[in-house]
């Protein structure tokens, strides 16, 4: 059974770093794997992507220089590091991953979802 299982989630203040993790189980081939968030009111939006086996990267433009992704194989484990945090970037934070590559971007593109986690960042 395939699982993905998101943690890091919490508050903070603006400014301030979160690390947050998405542990895969079951599969490990991934072709893609992203990280995307669901503000209130808000449609899901991607916020960055990496393609396992290439280690290319992709990022939403309102969090370039200040999020990067990360995978590790062995561990099966995807990380995104989210520095110098807005209060906008307050949202439930998904993991998603797929066995094709479609618009990395696009939550369609994605078949497995892990359960989400909180994110929230305070002025």
């Known amino acids: 059974q395939v699982q993905l299982v998101e943690s890091g989630g919490g508050s903070v203040q603006a400014g301030g770093s979160l690390r947050l993790s998405c542990a895969g189980f079951g599969y490990i081939d991934w072709i893609r794997m992203g990280w995307f968030r669901q503000a209130p009111g808000k449609e899901r939006e991607g916020v960055a992507a990496i393609s396992p086996a290439s280690g290319r990267t992709y990022f939403a433009d309102s969090v370039k220089g200040r999020f990067t992704i990360s995978r590790d194989n062995a561990k099966r484990t995807m990380y995104l590091q989210m520095n110098n945090l807005k209060p906008e970037d307050t949202a439930v934070y998904y993991c998603?991953?797929?066995?094709?590559?479609?618009?990395?971007?696009?939550?369609?593109?994605?078949?497995?979802w892990g359960q989400g986690t909180q994110v929230t960042v305070s002025s």
């Open positions: 998603a991953a797929d066995l094709s590559s479609g618009s990395w971007s696009q939550s369609a593109s994605y078949k497995y």
